[in-house]
């Protein structure tokens, strides 16, 4: 297995018996204010760890998850870093990865629905969808729609797989993770596993799931214009890296 530009290797392709086998991987950047509530609803019994994938809280983040039971990895700035530091930190026996956000707005108690397909053997990548599930008002602007569901329709074209969506609540088989070679360390981290997760043929299943608003605090994305257009950048460069390179990258 190759390693992603930045030197990172995966290392999760270790499959052994467990409880449940799931680990949940949470990416944050001070969420103080909703970290606490996210690990809360988190049915304890159908995961076997939490955790939180840091990219250099200033605030009680740190403090908060730890003292909830969650296991803090200091991945250091990036999104797509801090998910895929926490998903090669996860202990050998869990062989389901699961990330979500920790700002409140997906609802940790659907756990369950997206871990079952993969645990029957049916499915190797389930993914959540905002768009085709039950939105509190305010929890999803008009351009992440519309961007969701432009992306969704050019993954199509390129693989023949149809996302509405680019929401962060997925599941995967670790070593399916591992072997998509993720190499985005930002923001365009859900859209390459997407498009790389086509392209493998892995199977895959995109389920409707409720959604709501952020809890605590402020998007790093669509909290400011500067964030959207930043993260806007990052994902069409992520496309365009991915769609150009066939085989790899």
Excluded at 202 to 214: D, N
Aim: hydrophobic share 45%; glycine share 14%; net charge positive.
């Amino acid at each position: 297995m190759s390693a992603p530009a930045n030197g990172h290797v995966f290392t999760g392709d270790v499959r052994r018996p467990a409880r449940t086998g799931v680990a949940v991987v949470i990416p944050v950047w001070n969420e103080e204010a909703s970290i606490g509530g996210v690990i809360d609803r988190i049915p304890r019994a159908a995961v076997d760890e939490i955790i939180i994938g840091d990219g250099g809280s200033r605030d009680r983040t740190v403090e908060i998850a730890e003292a909830k039971g969650a296991r803090v990895i200091h991945a250091g700035r990036g999104y797509g870093r801090a998910c895929f530091e926490g998903a090669n930190a996860a202990a050998p026996a869990s062989d389901i990865i699961v990330i979500m956000d920790g700002d409140g707005s997906d609802f940790p108690e659907e756990l369950p629905k997206l871990v079952a397909p993969i645990r029957a053997g049916e499915r190797d990548f389930v993914i959540a969808s905002r768009v085709r599930g039950a939105r509190q008002p305010g929890a999803m602007g008009w351009h992440q729609i519309a961007g969701g569901r432009m992306i969704g329709g050019a993954i199509g074209a390129l693989y023949g797989v149809h996302y509405t969506d680019m929401c962060a609540f997925r599941a995967i088989r670790r070593d399916a993770l591992a072997a998509l070679d993720m190499r985005e360390m930002t923001y365009g981290w859900n859209l390459e596993m997407q498009m790389k997760a086509a392209r493998s043929g892995l199977r895959i299943l995109e389920i409707p799931v409720p959604y709501g608003v952020r809890t605590g605090g402020r998007s790093k994305v669509a909290g400011s214009l500067r964030g959207t257009l930043r993260a806007g950048r990052q994902i069409l460069a992520t496309f365009a890296r991915v769609a150009l390179n066939r085989r790899g990258g």
